[in-house]
């Protein structure tokens, strides 16, 4: 029922910035809960950082405190990670998720590749 398609990711140099989309649909009226996974070569998916459903607190992972940030528009369904001052240990494939917070159902995005090269 609910989708998610990002887009943005591609190839960029150490200390460039790229930021990724996610457009969501078919969602209910459910307060969801947005989140950022990625999952570097050869590593186990990690969190990155997280949206609250109502006011828009956010979260982030120590590792991208200060560079990422994340950000939405309610007009267009569209969650954003703008990433900045990218190390080429950012590289990875990075995944939105939805979290239904009334039933517990969470809904992930197809995964957008970032690669942090020179």
């Known amino acids: 029922q609910v989708q998610l398609v990002e887009s943005g990711g591609g190839l960029v140099q150490p200390g460039g910035t790229l930021r990724l989309s996610c457009a969501v649909s078919?969602?209910?009226?459910?307060?969801?809960?947005m989140s950022w996974y990625r999952q570097g070569p050869g590593k186990e998916r990690e969190f990155v950082c997280s949206?609250?459903?109502?006011?828009?607190?956010?979260t982030y992972a120590d590792s991208v405190k200060g560079r990422f940030a994340t950000s939405r528009d309610n007009a267009k369904n569209t969650v954003f990670l703008q990433m900045d001052s990218l190390k080429s240990e950012d590289t990875a494939v990075y995944y939105c998720?939805?979290?239904?917070?009334?039933?517990?159902?969470?809904?992930w995005g197809q995964g957008s590749q970032v690669t942090v090269s020179s």
């Open positions: 949206m609250a459903p109502i006011g828009g607190h956010t």
């Open positions: 998720k939805a979290y239904d917070t009334v039933f517990g159902l969470e809904y």
């Open positions: 078919g969602f209910t009226f459910s307060p969801y809960l």
